[in-house]
């Protein structure tokens, strides 16, 4: 049988296993994607085990999108110019590394606006900011600002992909299109955290969250009221993990099926 999972820590959070392991169920694919909740002291050692494991693929999140890429033969440009890997493949005794959470963001925005044109805001400096950044800038976005609490994060970030930044109070002048919720703040809080005061969001505006538990954050609740168009988080969690599935398999993911698995664990 082969292996796949999330490394991770912690890693009992992720939808990752109940969405693939769905998935090799209905394409009766001999395979079972596991929870590798690893310390970061232990990672060498869970790296070296990886081929003993007859691990085939990996999911790659918190601590370790950075810190995965010393350990990989491999990572494609994507991956690089994000500087962060997500998913990782074990090939012809090689590790490969890519980075399809900016397909995610693409897709997940794509389902509700246009990107081309748009003026867009990221909230957040981190991995998961620059593969937002990536794929904004792909699909053509006009103007781009990287917001975030810590002014040289932003600042860093930015000029990475040739935008502009600021801090959460620079929001105001800026009336965007689309805001990409990409903070960790109000992770696993039912209470939230609001970043951007309800005043400055208006109906006309698209705001997407990368945060999925809980599902209707603070943002999303304050969008929601004003009569923005929303995004949930396990949007982007799930059309990072259809590319994922392909990746791995080379079998076209079986959609809807892991969209009911994910549905189902958030209900
Ligand atoms: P990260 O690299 O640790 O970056 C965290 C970001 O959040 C930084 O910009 C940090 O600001 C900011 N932040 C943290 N606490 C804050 C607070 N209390 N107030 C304001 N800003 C705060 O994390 P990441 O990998 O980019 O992930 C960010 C979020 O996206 C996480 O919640 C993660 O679970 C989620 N995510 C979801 C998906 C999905 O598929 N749905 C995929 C990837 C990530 P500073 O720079 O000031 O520290």
Known sequence: MDIYGILAHPAKQSLSPAMHNAAFKELKINAEYKYFDVKPESLTA??????????KGLSVSKPYKEAIIKYLDRIDGIAKKIGAVNTVKLFKGKLIGT?????????????KTGIHGRTVVILGAGGAAAAALYAVKKNKAKNIFVLNRTISHAKELAEKFNCKYGKFKDFKDIHPDIIIQATSAGMNNSRGVQIIPK????????????IYTPRMTRILKDAKVI???????????????????EFW???????EIMEKAVNKRLA
Do not use: C
């Open 46 to 55: 869970f790296i070296k085990k990886l081929y003993k494991l007859n691990i």
């Open 249 to 255: 398999t080379g079998k076209k993911a079986p959609v």
């Open 99 to 111: 980075n399809f959470d900016w397909i995610g963001v693409q897709n997940s925005l794509l389902e």
């Open 199 to 210: 005043a400055f969001l208006k109906p006309n505006m698209v705001v997407m969250e990368m």
């Open 227 to 245: 009569g923005a168009k929303i995004i949930t988080g396990e949007r982007m969690l799930l059309h990072q993990g259809f590319a994922a599935f």
